[in-house]
């Protein structure tokens, strides 16, 4: 998964498993009002230093076009 902030891949992170939105204990914040129906999340763990320099920094504008609302876009599956 690339964690991306405002077009640029920012961090890169190995994903373990998959889990409801919501159910998983968060170590960086507490309660968050969001609607998590229908949402979901990982855990898992950076990504090798190896794979990382790879893709940080690189641009990922193209996947996301104008308007697009959704904070999340499948690429090659």
Same mark, same amino acid.
């Given at each position: 998964?690339?964690?991306v902030?405002?077009?640029?891949?920012?961090?890169?992170?190995?994903?373990?498993?998959?889990?409801?939105?919501?159910?998983? +204990?968060?170590?960086? *914040? =507490?309660?968050?009002?969001?609607n998590?129906?229908?949402?979901?999340?990982?855990? &898992?763990? %950076?990504? +090798?230093e190896?794979? *990382? =320099?790879?893709?940080?920094?690189?641009?990922?504008?193209?996947?996301?076009?104008? &308007?697009? %609302?959704? +904070?999340?876009?499948?690429?090659?599956?």
């Amino acid at each position: 998964a690339f964690a991306v902030y405002q077009g640029v891949i920012r961090d890169v992170f190995e994903i373990h498993s998959w889990h409801s939105a919501g159910t998983t +204990p968060y170590e960086t *914040r =507490k309660d968050f009002l969001v609607n998590l129906d229908g949402r979901v999340e990982f855990l &898992g763990s %950076q990504a +090798p230093e190896k794979i *990382r =320099k790879q893709y940080i920094g690189k641009s990922v504008r193209n996947y996301f076009k104008k &308007g697009h %609302q959704s +904070p999340v876009v499948y690429v090659n599956i």
